[in-house]
Nanobody, 114 residues
Framework: QVQVIESGGGWVQPGESLKLSCQVS????????MGWYRQAPGKEREHVAS???????DYSGSVKGRFTISRDKAKRTAYLQMNSLKPEDTAVYYC????????WGQGTQVTVSS
């Protein structure tokens, strides 16, 4: 059984940083991409960042320049470094791993508030 497990969420003040981690466990070989979506209260889930096996990275316009995604393929882990956080970044952040279809984590809450 495949599990995608996020960690690292929490509460921070505007301008601070957080780093999210996401690890894939179970029988899922050859993950081709990993990334993050987020969903704020009352809003649809939106893409945040993703990285494929070739090292190509994609960011939403709202986080470009502030967030950085990285992957450790050997550990089947992805990271999302979030800097200069804003209140509008408050959301549940969901990690996914892609191999033919997306496998989702349960989500981790990020709250940015003074």
């Amino acid at each position: 059984q495949v599990q995608v497990i996020e960690s690292g969420g929490g509460w921070v003040q505007p301008g601070e940083s957080l780093k999210l981690s996401c690890q894939v466990s179970g029988k899922l070989l050859g993950v081709t991409a990993m990334g993050w979506y987020r969903q704020a209260p009352g809003k649809e889930r939106e893409h945040v960042a993703s990285a494929d096996s070739a090292g190509n990275m994609d960011y939403s316009g709202s986080v470009k320049g502030r967030f950085t995604i990285s992957r450790d393929k050997a550990k089947r882990t992805a990271y999302l470094q979030m800097n200069s956080l804003k209140p509008e970044d408050t959301a549940v952040y969901y990690c996914f791993a892609f191999r033919g279809s997306r496998f989702w984590g349960q989500g981790t809450q990020v709250t940015v508030s003074s």
